[in-house]
């Protein structure tokens, strides 16, 4: 076999693994999807500039009602894999292991354990999420953010910073628990 065609083989195997292979750390033998009792997840909510007063509002009052929703399912153990991008070259994709409401691994999309992914995303914990959404909204940015029709939790969050070059995007979702 040719060099290029070991070459093509392994960088199609990589391209697998990076496709694959955090769904298959999230719904591995022992982690399975909560239950879901509701439809579809909804659009996401819009703004196009710097919020205003009422939206910030309303992003707010649609935090706590999905904060509640989220903490009366008492969902302390779970992955869930995370995705984020921004205006700066941004990490691949991998899954964030939680035991009692901490973050306590990260994976990346080979399945390898990974100190740096834990350090970078321990704040995008379920709880994290949120607080990311709040921030956000009460700053005035202009923000996107949509939430998981079962568990409450934000699976999207668009946001700029309201500067040249600061836009970020976090993704997260499926949620496994432990089973």
Known sequence: ???STVGLRLTLLAGLAACHGPRALVAG???STPACDRGAAPAFHRTGSVLTPAERDSILRDLETHRAAWRARHITDYRLRVAEACFCP???????EVRN???????????RSSRPLLARWSSYAVEGLFDVVERTARSGEVLEVRYDPCLGYPTAIRGNMRQV?????IDAGPLTQRR
């Not at 070059?165 to 995007?169: A, G, I, P, R, V």
């Open 101 to 111: 409401g901490s973050p306590v691994a990260a994976f990346d999309t080979a399945g």
């Open 90 to 96: 941004g990490s691949p994709p991998g899954v964030l």
């Open 1 to 3: 076999m040719s060099s």
């Open 29 to 31: 033998p022992e982690w």
């Open 165 to 169: 070059d600061t836009w970020f995007q």
